[in-house]
T-cell receptor, first 113, second 116 residues
């Protein structure tokens, strides 16, 4: 079946620190992988995505590479800012699953000045 | 592009009343819309999947008679919480996909429901 396992938080970092949030998955077929970000009191915003193995998604300084050999899609950013404080969700989905998404549990990130 | 709106953004109602939440895709036609529920500090729980013109598919444990979903057009889906009770208080989020969009879901901003 399909599932996503995400690093548990909360994570607290100082501004300009390096960020890694781990995400691994199990899937049948060839899903797309996504990272979404949720700011307090808001819905989810698509941060980045990758649709096939070895693809790298990137946006706003965040990156994640679709690693089929390790079934991973870890989120990284070289230098976090206070404004990056939010909850990050890793997700798996594809048109083959009727577009149904499988979400990780979310990782709360707090960046302190 | 690919903007999804929800209305209202928050609502407070009395126990026993019904509440309707609208989800609209503003600049695209949504082949499929999803309704999620999110409890504080938790992930999203899929409630149902709806396709325009057909009955919604509900996830196990979700009461279809309590959470009525209508997907009348390619840009609008509604969720009606019937006879709401305090335990229905939650954050409800919809999402939509578009044809050929590689399965990407675009999420609305969410609706905070509080039942007194």
């Amino acid at each position: 079946g399909n599932s996503v396992t995400q690093m548990e938080g909360p994570v607290t970092l100082s501004e300009e620190a390096f960020l890694t949030i781990n995400c691994t998955y199990t899937a049948t077929g060839y899903p797309s992988l996504f990272w979404y970000v949720q700011y307090p009191g808001e819905g989810l915003q698509l941060l980045l995505k990758a649709t096939k193995a070895d693809d790298k998604g990137s946006n706003k300084g965040f990156e994640a590479t679709y690693r089929k050999e390790t079934t991973s899609f870890h989120l990284e950013k070289g230098s976090v800012q206070v404004s990056d404080s939010a909850v990050y969700f890793c997700a798996l989905g594809s048109e083959n699953t009727g577009n149904q998404f499988y979400f990780g549990t979310g990782t709360s990130l707090t960046v302190i000045p | 592009g690919a903007v999804v709106s929800q209305h209202p953004s928050w609502v407070i109602c009395k126990s026993g009343t019904s509440v309707k939440i609208e989800c609209r895709s503003l600049d695209f036609q949504a082949t499929t819309m999803f309704w999620y529920r999110q409890f504080p500090k938790q992930s999203l729980m899929l409630m149902a999947t709806s396709n325009e013109g057909s009955k919604a598919t509900y996830e196990q444990g979700v009461e279809k008679d309590k959470f009525l979903i209508n997907h009348a057009s390619l840009t609008l889906s509604t969720l009606t919480v019937t006879s709401a009770h305090p335990e229905d208080s939650s954050f409800y989020i919809c999402s939509a996909t578009l044809a050929g969009g590689s399965g990407t879901q675009y999420f609305g901003p969410g609706t905070r429901l509080t039942v007194l």
